[in-house]
């Protein structure tokens, strides 16, 4: 449950000893949607959703989502961008024709 992408009901909890040690288990592994880190300092728990490998990083709650937003993931998740002009961006396929000027 840890080591796979998941999506559903579950949130997998495990004791760890150091902060480093945390964020290492949380980033050891292919996928990277999204995450989420909780607690009470809120600069702290900032500090460490910046170190995540992750597409999305939530703190104190989690799935919240805007299409206002790009929405991406890394490693092996996702299959693009979705929100925002992001989303758009990577649904277009620009064409370009090149005419010479009369003279």
């Known amino acids: 449950m840890v080591t796979e ?6 949130l997998p909890v495990l004791p760890y000893g150091r902060l480093d040690e945390a964020v290492e288990a949380a980033n050891d592994t292919g996928f990277g949607l999204g ?34 937003q790009p929405f991406a993931g890394i490693k092996d998740s996702g299959v693009g961008v979705a929100g925002g002009p992001w989303g758009l961006y990577g649904n277009l396929r620009p ?8 003279a």
């Open 35 to 68: 995450g989420s880190v909780w607690g009470t300092d809120l600069d702290r728990a900032e500090a460490v959703a910046g170190r995540l490998e992750c597409g999305t990083a939530w703190i104190n709650h989690h799935a919240e989502l805007s299409l206002a």
């Open 95 to 102: 064409f370009v024709v090149h005419r010479p000027e009369e």
């Open 5 to 10: 992408e998941q999506f559903g009901p579950v």
